[in-house]
């Protein structure tokens, strides 16, 4: 199938949804743009940062030893 007849479906299958559900869509697509380039999008860089010290401390906790544990193979 072709990148064109996927969109194509994607946009046939959302149409309807909650807004709420769209949103998770874009976020998850932003997601997978964001993993696959390596850069920051600007709604992750925006709700990153609306952390507190004490959230951005939890979360570098969090992931310290992310690429230990989960390493890409």
Same mark, same amino acid.
């Given at each position: 199938? +072709? @990148?064109?007849?996927?969109?194509?479906?994607?946009?046939?299958?959302?149409?309807?949804? %909650? @807004?709420?559900? &769209?949103?998770?869509? &874009?976020?998850?697509?932003? !997601? &997978?743009?964001?993993?696959? /380039?390596?850069?920051?999008?600007? /709604?992750?860089? +925006?709700?990153? /940062?609306? !952390?507190? /010290?004490?959230?951005?401390?939890?979360?570098?906790?969090? !992931?310290?030893?992310?690429?230990?544990?989960? %390493?890409? +193979?």
């Amino acid at each position: 199938m +072709s @990148a064109t007849q996927i969109e194509k479906l994607i946009v046939q299958n959302s149409k309807g949804l %909650p @807004a709420e559900i &769209l949103q998770e869509i &874009l976020d998850f697509i932003e !997601f &997978l743009k964001f993993k696959k /380039s390596g850069i920051i999008t600007d /709604s992750v860089q +925006s709700g990153l /940062s609306e !952390f507190n /010290s004490s959230e951005i401390k939890y979360l570098e906790e969090e !992931f310290n030893d992310y690429k230990t544990l989960y %390493p890409v +193979s």
